[in-house]
C-alpha cells in the first residue's frame, strides 16, 4: 500500500504501518482487511510482534495475526492482566492498537485526578462495540462503574463475553442504540466499527430500541461517545449542558454543519466545555475531549 501526503508524513516520524493503517482507513475508509492483505509481508510481521508485545500471549497472538486466522481470539493484557478479546483481520485489530498502544483515550490530568478521586466512577460508553474502551477503563480504575450501549448484536455478543471473563459487576451492557428519546430505530448492522443509525429503506438495516441516555450521561463522571453520526442528536440536545467530561468521535454523517470539527467545537462551547482536540482526518473524522473549566 502506498500513502502520501500527512499520512506519509506520520510514518517517517512515527516508523509504525500500524499508524498508516490507521490514518488510511480513516481518511479514506478502506476496509483495514484489505489494507492488512496488502502490507508488504516484512513489514506486517514487525507490526504483528509489536502488537503481541501488548498480550502475555506475545507470539500467539503474532501468529493468528500474520496467519489470519479467523473467529473470537482470546488473550491477556499484559499490563494488569485482564482477558481481551479480538477478531484478527477485522477492525477490531486496529482498536486494540488504538486503545491500548497508540493510548488515544488516555485522559486528560484534571480527568484522571477527577476519576481517581471518585471512589467507584461512573463512565457510560456510547458505542461500545467489542468493550476495549471498557477493558480500559477496568484496567485504569477497577473499582469503576461501566455502562456500555451497544446495538450491533455480533459486537454485543463479544462484549458480553469480555463482561463474563473479566467478572467485573459494575459492568453492564445494553444492548440498545443511545439517543435523545425512547423509541426505535433503523440499524445498519455487520458493520464492525461502522454500524450505525440510518434513515429510510437501507439494505441491511433491523430494528433496535433507542434508549434516552441523557439522563444517564449528566449523572456520569466520564462519557465516552463514538457512535458514528448519532453524536448530533445528543450533542445538540439542551441536556447535554449537566454532562460532566466527554470524550467524543465525531463524524461527517449526520454533522447539521459542513464542517464536522468546527460543529462539534461549536456546540461543546456553547455548554460551557473547554475542548482539548486529538486528532483530526481530512475524511471529516476527529476525536476531542471536552471538560469543565477548572
Not at 126 to 150: H, K, Q, S, W
Not at 212 to 223: Q, S, T
Request: contains cysteine.
Amino acid at each position: 500500500m502506498s500513502v502520501s501526503g500527512p499520512a506519509a508524513d506520520s510514518i517517517e516520524r512515527d516508523g509504525t504501518s500500524l499508524e498508516e493503517s490507521a490514518l488510511v482507513r480513516r481518511a479514506r475508509g478502506i476496509p483495514v482487511a484489505a489494507a492488512v492483505v496488502e502490507w508488504e509481508p516484512i513489514r506486517h510481521a514487525a507490526a504483528a510482534r509489536r502488537l503481541g508485545a501488548l498480550v502475555r500471549e506475545s507470539a500467539r497472538f503474532a501468529a493468528a495475526d500474520l496467519l489470519g486466522l479467523t473467529g473470537v481470539r482470546k488473550y491477556h493484557l499484559r499490563r494488569g492482566g485482564r482477558p481481551v478479546l479480538l477478531r484478527h483481520g477485522t477492525i477490531d485489530v486496529w482498536t486494540f492498537y488504538e486503545m491500548f498502544a497508540r493510548r488515544v483515550y488516555e485522559p486528560p490530568a484534571a480527568v484522571a485526578a477527577a476519576l481517581e478521586r471518585a471512589d467507584a466512577p461512573h463512565v457510560v460508553d456510547l458505542g461500545a462495540n467489542i468493550g476495549m474502551f471498557g477493558l480500559d477503563v477496568f484496567t485504569r480504575y477497577p473499582r469503576a462503574r461501566v455502562t456500555a450501549y451497544e446495538p450491533d448484536a455480533g459486537n454485543a455478543a463479544i462484549h458480553r463475553r469480555l463482561v463474563e471473563l473479566n467478572a467485573a459487576p459494575g459492568w453492564r451492557l445494553v444492548e440498545a442504540c443511545a439517543g435523545p428519546e425512547d423509541g426505535t430505530v433503523s440499524f445498519l448492522s455487520g458493520q464492525e466499527t461502522a454500524s450505525r443509525i440510518v434513515e429510510g429503506p437501507v439494505s441491511g438495516t433491523v430494528e433496535v430500541p433507542m434508549v434516552d441516555v441523557m439522563p444517564l450521561l449528566a449523572e456520569a463522571d466520564l462519557v465516552k461517545m463514538d457512535i458514528e453520526g448519532g453524536e448530533w442528536p445528543l450533542l445538540l440536545d439542551p441536556r447535554f449542558a449537566d454532562v460532566r467530561s466527554v470524550i467524543l468521535e465525531y463524524h461527517p454523517h449526520g454533522c447539521p454543519g459542513d464542517d464536522p470539527a468546527a460543529s462539534a467545537r461549536e456546540i461543546l462551547r456553547s455548554h460551557g466545555f473547554e475542548i482539548s482536540p486529538v486528532f483530526h482526518d481530512p475524511g471529516g473524522i476527529g476525536m476531542l475531549w471536552a471538560t469543565r473549566p477548572g
